[in-house]
């Protein structure tokens, strides 16, 4: 069982930075692959970034590349999404997500076994 906590969101101006940070609950944390989605209203949840259990491996969805970064600290059960260069259409609600598997197939919402509540960022333009 793990348990994920998102923080950090907020206002920002367009051009500006935020960091968003996911706490994790449970023995098991270091063995998850860990997953940022974001969701604004009115359109599904997309998948925007992911972490392998060790940190080695990132993957990133081609609207964000070169802007955000994801990293984890798995001594503080702790993974950040370094956010650059915001834009207004990276508005929404992000989630953290765990699942077991790497791939882009995996990077789906059935493809993850936990979710936390979500943290709303607000890009202003």
């Known amino acids: 069982q793990v348990q994920l906590v998102e923080s950090g969101g907020g206002l920002e101006q367009a051009g500006g930075s935020l960091r968003l940070s996911c706490a994790a609950s449970g023995r098991t944390f270091s063995t998850y692959v860990i997953n940022w989605f974001r969701q604004t209203p009115g359109k599904e949840r997309e998948f925007v970034a992911a972490?392998?259990?060790?940190?080695?491996?990132?993957y990133y969805t081609d609207s964000v590349k070169g802007r955000f970064t994801i990293s984890r600290d798995n001594a503080k059960n702790t993974v950040y999404l370094q956010m650059n260069s915001l834009k207004p259409e990276d508005t929404g609600v992000y989630y953290c997500a765990a699942g077991l598997n790497w791939g882009s197939t995996a990077f789906s919402n059935s493809g993850m076994d936990y979710w936390g509540k979500g943290t709303l960022v607000t890009v202003s333009s």
């Open positions: 972490i392998s259990w060790s940190g080695s491996r990132s």
